[in-house]
């Protein structure tokens, strides 16, 4: 899967990926998804995103749990 909008510099944000190299980490956006706000409060709280770059930071944190398995409790 290739992403575009996703960057990766050891030189900014500690290597984290961010979004299209501005200093705005993929998980910080996840979890504000994750949180309950919606496209439109994200993009309000962060005037240099596009509405692309929420879905493709989702659609990498999907990939990247595809990559790995993490714990779960058992209910």
Known sequence: MKFNRITVNPKQMGGVPCIRGLRIP????V???ADGMS???ILEAYPDLKS?????ALRYAAEAVRERELPVVSM
């Open 39 to 41: 496209k439109k409060e």
């Open 52 to 56: 692309e770059d929420i879905t493709e």
């Open 26 to 29: 993929v998980s910080t956006v």
């Open 31 to 33: 979890g504000m998804v």
